[in-house]
Each structure stands twice: as structure tokens, then as C-alpha cells.
T-cell receptor, first 117, second 118 residues
Framework: AQSVTQLGSHVSVSEGALVLLRCNYSSSVPPYLFWYVQYPNQGLQLLLKYTTGATLVKGINGFEAEFKKSETSFHLTKPSAHMSDAAEYFCAVSFNAGGTSYGKLTFGQGTILTVHP | EAGVVQSPRYKIIEKKQPVAFWCNPISGHNTLYWYLQNLGQGPELLIRYENEEAVDDSQLPKDRFSAERLKGVDSTLKIQPAELGDSAVYLC????????????????FGQGTRLTVV
């Protein structure tokens, strides 16, 4: 079974400050890892994903995340927060294996990011 | 290129009434998902289709929920009868077929249907 834990349901930062959103996962097989962003009354938009290869992944809007297998983590960072980054962020895990679970995304509970001036 | 289209965006119904949601996936995407998102929670998979076949419906409450994707393109999700606890956002997503390769794991989401049962 796979699961995702996002530490901190709310994170507040100042504009220009570092953004760090934490995600830990549990998976019995090598995972695919994703970060999605959700703006109010909108669907989910993919920020970035890790499947194979380089463990530091760069995404849209200046976000990046690093897959650390030893720590089972996939934390999301951005060096300088912008007001437009205020949204809810979801970490998710999937894996490319056989059976009915293929492609199924298991999401964390979400972290609401607030950016204040 | 159009993204995943869902309708309606919002729906308010009285309990015990039926309701249906519609989803049109991205053209060429053979895999379609329905997710349920409760307030303050991450989405949870209800059902996944590969073309017209439901390959994972283990989380679908079959006593009141049903889904179909008759021609392997658009899909409907139905609740009958609706209960107060069904108030949530219902998200549809699609991805390329299961033909291998990491590219095929990316799911694209629609804007969702927000259901309120009163």
C-alpha cells in the first residue's frame, strides 16, 4: 500500500521568502512522485513530477523538488515566494506497475500556502 | 488544445435526489479517472477507466454510485439517491494509455463539479 503525508496543513511565508512544503511517502515499490497546485474553485495543475533519473526536479513557476529515497521524502521548494503562489498544494504518489493500481494517484491531505506582503 | 472539461461546475440538490456529472477527457487520452475531494482533503480515486473498461472501481460506493464510459471517450458519474455526506468536489482526470513510459503517468484534471446536498 502507498500513502502520502504532508507535514503542516497551513504554511505562511512573507513575499520573497523561501517556500518549503514537506512531503513524505510510503511505497512498497519505486514511486512516481508529483506535486499539484490547486487555486480556489479550480482543478489540480501539475507543478512537477519525478519518475526516474535526476532526483532534483524543476517545475513550473520556479518550483523544484528533490526525491530523497533514504528519507522517503519529496519536499517542494521555491527560493522566493510570490503573492501569486498562494494556493493549496498536494503531494501525490503513483507507481508504474501491473495490476489495477496502475496510474492511481494517492494524494496527501494538502498544504495551504499563504503569502503575505 | 482543450483540457479536461467537466459539467456542471456547481450543483445544488436536495437529499435523496439523483445527480449526474459529465466529463470529456483530453482527446486521445484513453485513461479516465473520477476522484472525490472532500473539503480540506486530497482527492481520492473513485474509479479508473481504460477505454470503456472500468479497471479499478474498488473505491466506488456501488450502492448509490454508478459510472459509465460507453464509447471510451466521455464519461458520466451518477449518484442516486444523494446523501448529505456526498457534498464534495468531483474531479475528472485523464491520461495517455498504459503503454509504458513515464510520460503516460501524468494525469490532467478538470475544474471539478462542486456538489452541495441540502
Amino acid at each position: 500500500a502507498q500513502s502520502v503525508t504532508q507535514l503542516g496543513s497551513h504554511v505562511s511565508v512573507s513575499e520573497g521568502a523561501l517556500v518549503l512544503l514537506r512531503c513524505n511517502y510510503s511505497s512498497s515499490v519505486p514511486p512516481y512522485l508529483f506535486w499539484y497546485v490547486q487555486y480556489p474553485n479550480q482543478g489540480l495543475q501539475l507543478l512537477l513530477k519525478y519518475t526516474t533519473g535526476a532526483t532534483l526536479v524543476k517545475g513550473i513557476n520556479g518550483f523544484e523538488a528533490e526525491f530523497k529515497k533514504s528519507e522517503t521524502s519529496f519536499h517542494l521548494t521555491k527560493p522566493s515566494a510570490h503573492m501569486s503562489d498562494a494556493a493549496e498544494y498536494f503531494c501525490a504518489v503513483s507507481f508504474n506497475a501491473g495490476g489495477t493500481s496502475y496510474g492511481k494517484l494517492t494524494f496527501g491531505q494538502g498544504t495551504i500556502l499563504t503569502v503575505h506582503p | 488544445e482543450a483540457g479536461v472539461v467537466q459539467s456542471p461546475r456547481y450543483k445544488i440538490i436536495e437529499k435523496k435526489q439523483p445527480v449526474a456529472f459529465w466529463c470529456n477527457p483530453i482527446s486521445g487520452h484513453n485513461t479516465l479517472y473520477w476522484y472525490l475531494q472532500n473539503l480540506g482533503q486530497g482527492p481520492e480515486l473513485l474509479i479508473r477507466y481504460e477505454n470503456e473498461e472500468a479497471v479499478d472501481d474498488s473505491q466506488l460506493p456501488k450502492d448509490r454510485f454508478s459510472a459509465e464510459r460507453l464509447k471510451g471517450v466521455d464519461s458520466t458519474l451518477k449518484i442516486q439517491p444523494a446523501e448529505l455526506g456526498d457534498s464534495a468536489v468531483y474531479l475528472c482526470a485523464s491520461s495517455l494509455a498504459r503503454t509504458g513510459g513515464s510520460r503516460n503517468t501524468e494525469a490532467f484534471f478538470g475544474q471539478g463539479t462542486r456538489l452541495t446536498v441540502v
